[in-house]
């Protein structure tokens, strides 16, 4: 089983950055892609963006060319560098790790973009 912690939400001005981080443990080996998907109230949860064990990666075109994912294998973490942020982006942030078996949600984090 994995598990998967968010972190680094927060709030920020618009034309602002934040870091978000999903750090995974338990049987890691398995995942066959992480993505970070969001959810602004009142709107379907939505992907934003993926990435595979072998680094290959696709964004949603609503963030592209502002929002970057990545990983750091050592440290078990996959990322997402959001960078001028508009009120548009506020939305809860979760990470999902997908596995032959599973389908694992963290438990969120919450990005308010706001003047």
């Known amino acids: 089983q994995v598990q998967l912690v968010e972190s680094g939400g927060g709030l920020v001005q618009p034309g602002g950055s934040l870091r978000l981080s999903c750090a995974a443990s338990g049987s890691i080996f398995s995942i066959i892609v992480v993505g970070w998907y969001r959810q602004a109230p009142g709107k379907e949860r939505e992907l934003v963006a993926t990435i595979t064990p072998g680094g290959m990666t696709n964004y949603a075109d609503s963030v592209k060319g502002r929002f970057t994912i990545s990983r750091d294998n050592a440290k078990n973490t996959v990322y997402l560098q959001m960078s001028s942020l508009q009120p548009d982006d506020t939305a809860v942030y979760y990470c999902?790790?997908?596995?032959?078996?599973?389908?694992?949600w963290g438990q969120g984090t919450q990005v308010t973009v706001s003047s």
């Open positions: 999902n790790a997908r596995s032959p078996i599973n389908n694992v």
